[in-house]
């Protein structure tokens, strides 16, 4: 939280100096460096900017694990999938799930070679699990179960609701470089 304040702040100040820079020596005249009134405007400007992006980006996620799996381009893995590897892996979902006492959550592949997985959604009811290709061609059935068990303990663990959280936080302070 200390840290995103700050963030906040040394937008508010970046904004503000790159206006004043622009206001002195593009306005022909030579303006005083301190200007209460237009640091206001600045800092309610940016308040607004990253407060609505945030909620605007928050309530996009508000279905839960399914939107941030469909914002990574995540494809769902079917339950009547032949893929042998594909059937490992709702096996272990499913076995985790049981272990833990959670309703079996619905499984996404990314399309990508490199070795990640992430668990997304609001609450265990509407969590996600995620899993890239490369877990499926380069992990051993035990390691592949390490890695989706790492998964459910942050679903038992309420960090997907965090970690939503922050997307939105991020997409706010995002917002002015993508602007900029």
């Known amino acids: 939280v200390v840290y995103f304040v700050l963030g906040i702040l040394i937008l508010i100040a970046l904004v503000y100096g790159l206006l ?20 206001g405007v600045v800092a309610a400007g940016v308040g607004i900017m990253v407060g609505g992006t945030s909620l605007f980006k928050v309530s996009q996620l508000s279905s839960g694990g399914k939107a941030v799996a469909l914002m990574m381009d995540a494809v769902e893995v079917p339950v009547t999938t032949t893929d042998p590897r594909q059937k490992r892996l709702l096996h272990i979902v499913e076995e985790m799930a049981i272990a833990a006492g959670v309703p079996v959550h619905p499984v996404y592949l990314l399309d990508e070679p490199g070795i990640n997985a992430f668990a997304a959604g609001y609450a265990p009811g509407d969590a996600v699990v995620a899993v890239s290709q490369g877990c499926l061609d380069y992990l051993t059935r035990d390691e592949l179960q390490g890695v989706v068990a790492h998964e459910f303990s942050h679903i038992l663990n309420g960090d997907m609701r965090l970690n939503i959280r922050l997307i939105g936080l991020i997409s706010g302070i995002m917002v002015l470089s993508v602007i900029g």
């Open 20 to 39: 004043l820079v622009f206001l002195n020596y593009g306005g022909g005249g030579a303006l005083s460096w301190w200007q209460p009134e237009l640091l």
